[in-house]
């Protein structure tokens, strides 16, 4: 998948490839560009690229092929510590012999800066991460969440245009992690810092981000904002892999402008978005979302297609409900419902009908 360069290009990649053994891609014709100031998270499975792309950029790897550029300039052979570019690891990397204030001094003392305005830099940089109070401690005295917000302050002290995030939240509680997502967001997009950002947290990644890179298998499967991303993949791996999703495989019957007719495998039929189909006789996967699904009568519009569903489990998860059913022969069909008072709670072993509408409805590639 293409992002085609442009003038206003800050970050861009340009048909970039990686080998480590000169047969293997990790990373297969790579075109991509960041304007200025966004937060672009690139998301994937383990192996999937991601990170090698996020080293390339840093320097602490080579492209094999392909030109990165920053502002314009190619940095292929410029060394990691002249790109003057901000880093914050999963494991804090921060000097444990240091004082937090030296560690943050340190970056600045590279960059030969003089002793009043770096003393000014760290306090402003400690301040911003609320650990103006902590500069004398040492890493070891420190949480593991006031040790990544000292790995932050230190990446963002020397003011770069560009910071990379490698799983940086990734040793933290669920509670501190979903805290930290929120200051990070915030001190970014206040600054006005362009931050490339890895996870494979797909919740981050929808939280986070002004655009999601979605990489499997050397390539990205899709580049957009979270709402688009979620709302309408491009392709199975990405619908299955962005948040919770029901699949009914079958074979297209019909196809008729922006809709597409399915023959579901158990010989039922519904409508369907082609998305990725081209043509009838096609085996495909169509992807429906458990909240686009409702199986309260009276709340079906019209228009919705319905199928006959046989209840399996259900959850009570506090805020919703999840319930599992048997939906033309896949036994994982989920709906989730908001917990209201007039909501529908159905026994297990019933059969209902379910319902949705078309255009909620995608028919994507089968494999």
Request: proline share 4%; charged share 25%.
């Amino acid at each position: 998948m293409a992002d085609n360069g442009n003038a206003d290009a800050f970050v861009e990649f340009e048909r970039v490839q990686k080998s480590y053994d000169g047969e293997t891609l990790v990373v297969k014709d790579l075109n991509l560009t960041m304007p200025k100031g966004e937060f672009l998270t690139m998301l994937g499975p383990s192996g999937s690229g991601k990170t090698t792309c996020l080293m390339m950029l840093a320097g602490f790897e080579t492209a094999t092929h392909g030109k990165i550029k920053l502002d314009g300039v190619d940095i292929n052979n410029i060394p990691p510590h002249k790109r003057g570019i901000g880093m914050v690891f999963q494991n804090y990397a921060l000097f444990p012999h240091m004082t937090i204030a030296e560690n943050l001094s340190f970056p600045l003392e590279v960059r030969k800066i003089g002793k009043s305005e770096r003393e000014q830099k760290v306090k402003r940089a400690l301040d911003m991460v609320q650990m103006g109070a902590f500069g004398g401690r040492r890493p070891s005295q420190l949480s593991g969440g006031q040790q990544q917000r000292v790995a932050l302050a230190r990446a963002l002290v020397f003011e770069p245009e560009l910071v990379l995030m490698d799983e940086p939240l990734g040793a933290l509680d669920k509670q501190l992690r979903e805290h930290m997502q929120f200051e990070i967001t915030r001190l970014a997009h206040e600054l006005g810092i362009t931050t490339v950002y890895v996870t494979h947290d797909q919740t981050e990644a929808l939280t986070m981000s002004d655009r999601v890179a979605v990489f499997n298998d050397g390539r990205i499967q899709q580049l957009a904002p979270p709402d688009q991303l979620y709302e309408a993949p491009e392709n199975s791996f990405v619908a299955q892999f962005i948040g919770e999703n029901n699949t009914l495989e079958g074979v297209v019957s019909e196809i008729k402008g922006d809709t597409c007719v399915v023959r579901l495998d158990d010989g039922e039929e519904l409508d369907a978005t082609p998305v990725n189909v081209s043509k009838v006789g096609e085996r495909t996967r169509v992807s429906i979302r458990p909240e686009r699904v409702e199986f309260n009568k009276d709340r079906l519009q019209e228009g919705a297609h319905t199928l006959k569903a046989e209840v399996l489990e259900f959850i009570y998860m506090g805020d919703i409900f999840r319930t599992r059913l048997r939906v033309a022969g896949n036994d994982e069909f989920v709906i989730k419902t908001r917990n209201a008072p007039d909501q529908v709670r159905h026994n297990v072993g019933s059969t209902i009908e379910i319902g949705w509408l078309p255009q909620d409805c995608r028919a994507l590639d089968a494999d």
